[in-house]
């Protein structure tokens, strides 16, 4: 199913999932991912971006509903023990505003990139 799901994209865009997002899923379900991956951590750790996803986005003010903070992990575990389907509601809700956030974390970082290049290009 994810293999069907993930056939519709063209690429992948993460933050720190080359370290653990992506190497789970594929030994964790025994499939291979070989779309092209962007990994918003070191790109964010290249322009002065340091820190875990929360504190990127804390630095670029970006904001997010006050019942959507927190760690995942926890939701995650509170569903599993209790089969409370409003914990999972909130783990998908948690992480589309992630998938929001890294949207733009990643035109910052391309457009910081963008005028770097820029400025080694012209400045010569």
């Known amino acids: 199913m994810i293999e069907k799901e993930l056939s519709k994209y063209k690429i992948i865009v993460t933050f720190n999932g080359s370290s653990f997002d992506l190497p789970k899923l594929q030994k964790e379900l025994k499939i291979n991912i070989s779309l092209p991956h962007i990994d918003l951590k070191p790109l964010c750790v290249n322009g002065g971006l340091k820190g875990g996803l ?41 992480n589309a505003e992630d998938i ?14 963008s005028e770097k290049i820029y400025k080694q290009i012209y400045s010569s």
């Open 100 to 113: 929001e956030n890294l949207k733009a974390i990643m035109e910052h970082v391309y457009k910081k990139k």
């Open 54 to 94: 929360k504190e990127v986005e804390a630095i670029l003010n970006l904001k997010r509903p006050s019942h959507l903070h927190g760690n995942p992990v926890d939701l995650w575990r509170a569903f599993h023990a209790s089969g409370d389907k409003e914990y999972l509601d909130l783990l998908i809700e948690y």
